[in-house]
C-alpha cells in the first residue's frame, strides 16, 4: 500500500494545551485521527511520527519508504540545516505545513531553511493545514 509519512517536530505533542490562541484547540491524536480516516478513505496508509529531537526527525527521513512526507518541523523549520540536507538527500517529495501563518509572526519564524528543498509549504489553517497537505499528498501521487 502506498504510504504517507507525516512526521511533527518539537512541541507539537504539546498541541491543544499549549499556546491554544496559536495553535488551536486541536490535539496531536485528533489530526492524526483525521489523518488515518482520510488516508483509509483513499486506500492509503498513513504512519504519523512526533518527536523532539532533531536526529530522529533526520534518521526518519533517511529510512522512510514512504512515497510522499508531510512535514511539520516547528521550530527546527528556522534553522535546521540537518533536516533540510535529509529533505534534499531523500527522494521522497515533502511537503510542509505549519498550523500557524509564520508569515504574520515574529520576524525570527519568517525564513523557513526547509521551503527551498519541499515541494510547497501551507501554513496558517491551524489543524486544517495537515489535511489540506493530505490532499497534496493525494494529487502528487495521482
Ligand atoms: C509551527 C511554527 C513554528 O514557528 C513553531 O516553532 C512551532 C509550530 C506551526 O505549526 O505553526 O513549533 O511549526
Redesign the pocket.
Known amino acids: 500500500m502506498t504510504k504517507i509519512l507525516v512526521i511533527h517536530?518539537?512541541?507539537?505533542n504539546l498541541i491543544g494545551d499549549r499556546e491554544v490562541d496559536v495553535?488551536g484547540a486541536t490535539t496531536l491524536a485528533d489530526i492524526n485521527t483525521g489523518l488515518a480516516k482520510r488516508a483509509a478513505a483513499a486506500g492509503l496508509e498513513v504512519e504519523t511520527f512526533q518527536s523532539n529531537h532533531e536526529g530522529e526527525i533526520v534518521d526518519m527521513i533517511q529510512r522512510t519508504d514512504a512515497a510522499v512526507i508531510i512535514l511539520?518541523?516547528?521550530?527546527l523549520?528556522?534553522y535546521s540545516i540537518a533536516i533540510r540536507d535529509a529533505v534534499a538527500a531523500g527522494k521522497a517529495p515533502v511537503i510542509e505545513?505549519?498550523?500557524?501563518n509564520?508569515y504574520a509572526?515574529e520576524d525570527f519564524?519568517h525564513t523557513s531553511v526547509i521551503a527551498p528543498v519541499a515541494v510547497g509549504q501551507i501554513?496558517g489553517f491551524g489543524s486544517s493545514s495537515y489535511y489540506l497537505a493530505f490532499g497534496a499528498a493525494q494529487d502528487i501521487l495521482s
Open positions: 517536530g518539537p512541541n507539537l495553535y511539520n518541523p516547528g521550530a523549520t528556522h505545513v505549519h498550523l500557524s509564520i509572526r519564524r501554513a
